[in-house]
C-alpha cells in the first residue's frame, strides 16, 4: 500500500512536541512492513530543512479564496529517514522558522492543505491511503470527498489520528470562501459550535478516526473541550491504537548523545556514569535520587503545579532529593521555576527551553520521571524513559495509563490518581522509599527495560485499519 502521512510537524524536520515523534517513525516502520509510506510536511526555515538535499518534484500556482500563491513540492534527495519526505514550500507562509504561533496560522494550514490535494490530484495513480493527524490537516477529508476539483480523488480513503483534541484549529466563517469550491449544502460538516472546526470537520468526514491510546478514545467521550458529543455519534468508526517509539532512535545502548552507553546487563553502571554527568554540569548531587520533568510548561502537563510540587518536597526531603527540570511554556510557570534556583542551589535546577540532547541526557541520568498530567493522550516520555531504565512517576490518565503499572500491583511504576500538590509529593515520597530498597529498584529498572514498546506492533495495527478500506 502506498500511505500518504500529512502533518504538521517530523522529527527531526521540526519539532514542537510528540506529533512529531510519531510522525518521524511510524512510516519508517510501516515501511518495513513492505509498504511505501511517505511523509509531507511544510517547507519551514529549521536547521534540517536547510542543511539537507531536495529537488524540486512539481511546482504549480493555486489558491486559498482570493490569494493566488506559488508552491513548489520538494523531495528530501537521500531518503535519510528511511521513507520518502516531501515538503510544502509556499514563500511568505511556510518557510518560517517556528511551526505554530504566527496570527496567520489558518491561511498557512489552509494552503499547505490545498497546495498538497493540487499535487496529489494531478498524479497519474493513486494512493491508497492519505493519512491526516491532528487539526492542521484536518480539512483535507473534507476537501477529497466534497470539492469539485478534487473529485479525481474523492475515493481515496482519509484516516485522521488525534494526538490532542485540546488543539481544534477553529476559525470564523469570514474565511470559508478559502476553501475551493464545493456544495454550499455540506457546510455542515465543516462546523461545530458556530465556528469551522478542522478538528471536527476531520472527525465528521474521515473514513475513519484513530487516537493515541485506547484510554485516550474513552476519556474523549467525556472530555474532548466540547467534541464529546460528535466523538460519541461517530464511536463507530474510531480506534484506540497505542503508540510505540523508535527504538533506533531511543536505544540507550546506542545512542550518540549520551556519554557512556548502556543496555540491560550493565544499566547500573551506565546510568551512573550519565547521571554524575548530568550532575556535575547542573550543579546536582550524583548521590542523592534525581527527579526529572522533560515537557510542555503548560497546564494540560500539570506544570502549573510544579513549583508548589517541588518546593514542598524539596522542603520535606532537605538535602536527600536533586530535581531538574527542561521545558518551556508559561511565562509564570517558567519564573517561578527559575526562582527555586536561589532557593534550593545544589539540589534543584532548571534548563528553560528545549534541548533535544539533553533531553536523552536526562532520560539516561534520571532515576525518576514526573508526568502529572491532566491530559495525555499517550505519551512518549513515559515510554522513553522505561526504555531508559528510568522510573516514571505517572497520573492514572490516558496513554499513562495504559503503559505504567504501579510497584504496588508489581508493576514498574509510580502511579497517581489526580493532578495535586498532595498526590505528586506522596508519589515521590513512595518513589524514595523505591529508591532506597536498592534490590528491589534494580528489579524494576530491569523489568521496564524489557519492555517493547517498538513501532512494530502499531505499525501492523495501523496497516490493518488501512485494510479494512481498500
Known amino acids: 500500500m502506498e500511505i500518504i502521512h500529512v502533518s504538521a ?34 517547507a519551514y526555515d529549521t536547521k534540517f530543512i536547510r542543511e539537507n538535499d531536495f529537488e524540486v518534484t512539481y511546482d504549480a500556482w493555486a489558491n486559498y479564496g482570493n490569494n493566488h500563491f506559488q508552491f513548489r513540492i520538494l523531495k528530501e534527495k537521500t531518503n535519510k529517514l528511511g521513507f520518502d519526505l516531501y515538503i510544502v514550500h509556499i514563500q511568505g507562509l511556510t518557510d518560517r522558522p517556528n511551526v505554530y504561533g ?33 487539526h492542521h490537516t484536518g480539512l ?12 479525481a480523488i474523492s475515493s481515496v480513503p482519509t484516516v485522521l489520528t488525534i494526538h490532542n483534541a485540546q488543539y481544534q484549529g477553529q476559525f470564523g466563517w469570514d474565511k470559508l470562501y ?40 474513552e476519556e474523549m467521550m467525556n472530555n474532548a473541550r466540547g467534541l464529546e458529543s460528535l466523538l460519541r455519534q461517530e464511536r463507530h468508526k474510531c480506534v484506540g491504537i497505542l503508540n510505540g517509539i523508535d527504538t533506533e532512535v ?50 494540560e502537563k500539570g506544570a502549573d503545579l510544579l513549583p508548589d510540587i517541588f518546593y514542598t518536597a524539596l522542603q520535606q526531603h532537605g538535602d536527600n532529593i536533586n530535581v531538574l527540570v527542561l521545558g518551556s511554556g508559561d511565562n509564570w510557570v517558567e519564573g517561578r521555576l527559575n526562582q527555586l534556583k536561589d532557593i534550593f542551589g545544589g539540589k534543584y535546577n532548571a534548563y528553560i527551553g528545549y534541548n533535544e540532547q539533553v533531553s536523552h541526557e536526562m532520560y539516561a541520568g534520571a532515576d525518576f520521571l514526573l508526568m502529572p498530567s491532566r491530559v495525555e493522550p499517550c505519551g512518549l ?11 516514571p512517576v505517572v497520573r492514572r490518565i490516558g496513554g499513562l495509563k495504559d503503559t505504567v503499572v504501579d510497584i504496588g500491583d508489581n ?10 500538590i498532595w498526590d505528586v509529593t506522596h508519589a515521590i515520597n513512595r518513589s524514595i522509599e523505591l529508591y532506597n530498597d536498592k534490590k528491589k529498584f534494580k528489579a524494576v529498572r530491569k523489568t521496564m527495560m524489557k519492555i517493547d514498546h517498538s ?12 485494510q479494512i478500506l481498500k
Open 140 to 151: 483535507i477529508p473534507f476537501m477529497v470527498t466534497n470539492s469539485v476539483k478534487y473529485a
Open 381 to 391: 516520555n513515559q515510554l522513553y524513559a522505561l526504555r531508559y531504565g528510568t522510573v
Open 455 to 466: 513501532w512494530d506492533r502499531a505499525a501492523l495495527n495501523y496497516t490493518e485499519l488501512y
Open 9 to 42: 510537524e517530523c522529527y527531526p524536520v521540526a519539532k514542537v512536541g510528540g506529533l512529531a515523534d510519531v510522525v518521524g517513525a511510524l512510516p519508517k516502520y510501516q515501511n518495513k512492513l513492505g509498504h511505501i509510506a511517505k511523509v509531507v510536511v511544510p
Open 178 to 217: 478559502y476553501l475551493p469550491a464545493f456544495d454550499l449544502w455540506k457546510s455542515g460538516l465543516l462546523e461545530w459550535d458556530k465556528d469551522i472546526n478542522p478538528l471536527a470537520s476531520a472527525i465528521k468526514c474521515a473514513w475513519r478516526v484513530t487516537t493515541v491510546s485506547p484510554s485516550y478514545l
Open 250 to 299: 531511543w536505544n540507550p545502548e546506542t545512542d550518540p548523545m549520551l556519554g557512556k552507553s548502556y543496555n540491560i546487563k550493565t544499566v547500573e553502571a551506565g546510568k551512573l556514569a550519565n547521571k554524575t554527568a548530568l550532575c556535575n554540569v547542573f550543579q546536582l548531587d550524583a548521590s542523592k535520587p534525581l527527579f526529572t520533568f522533560i515537557g510542555r510548561l503548560v497546564d
Open 411 to 420: 508493576g514498574f511504576g509510580v502511579c497517581h490518581d489526580q493532578t495535586s
Open 102 to 134: 504566527y496570527f496567520d496560522d489558518t491561511e498557512r494550514f489552509i494552503a499547505f492543505q490545498i497546495a498538497l490535494l493540487d499535487w496529489i490530484v494531478q498524479w497519474e495513480h493513486r494512493p491508497d491511503v492519505i493519512h491526516c493527524h491532528d
